[in-house]
C-alpha cells in the first residue's frame, strides 16, 4: 500500500476449523500521504485536491487516457496536460 493515497478497505478473514467459527474485520482507511510519483515522492509542488484526485485515478488505472480523466474531473485536457507535467 506503500504510495497510495485515497481509502483503503482492509477486510481480514479467519477460519477455525477446529470450532468451525468463521470471523471477520472490515477496516477503513483514509490515507492522506505524499503523493507519489514514478520519480518518487511528490515535491516542491503543492499538494492540490486536484491532483490528489488525478493521483488517485491513475493509480486505480494505470492506463487512464487524459481524456477520460478531464472527463472524470470535469476538466479540460489542456488542465490535466498541465497537472501530469507538475506530477511528473
Known amino acids: 500500500m506503500e504510495g497510495y493515497v485515497g481509502e483503503i478497505l ?3 478473514v479467519n477460519y477455525d476449523q ?3 467459527i468463521q470471523e471477520c474485520a472490515i477496516e477503513r482507511i483514509q490515507k492522506n500521504g ?3 510519483t514514478k520519480n518518487g515522492p511528490l515535491k516542491n509542488a503543492k499538494v492540490t485536491e486536484r491532483r490528489k484526485q488525478i493521483g488517485i485515478l491513475v493509480q486505480t ?4 487516457s487524459k481524456e477520460v480523466l478531464a472527463e472524470q474531473l470535469s ?3 489542456s488542465t490535466i496536460k498541465r497537472e501530469m507535467k507538475v506530477l511528473g
Open 61 to 64: 488505472n494505470i492506463r487512464i
Open 18 to 20: 477446529k470450532t468451525k
Open 10 to 12: 482492509r477486510v481480514g
Open 34 to 36: 505524499p503523493l507519489k
Open 75 to 77: 476538466i479540460s485536457v
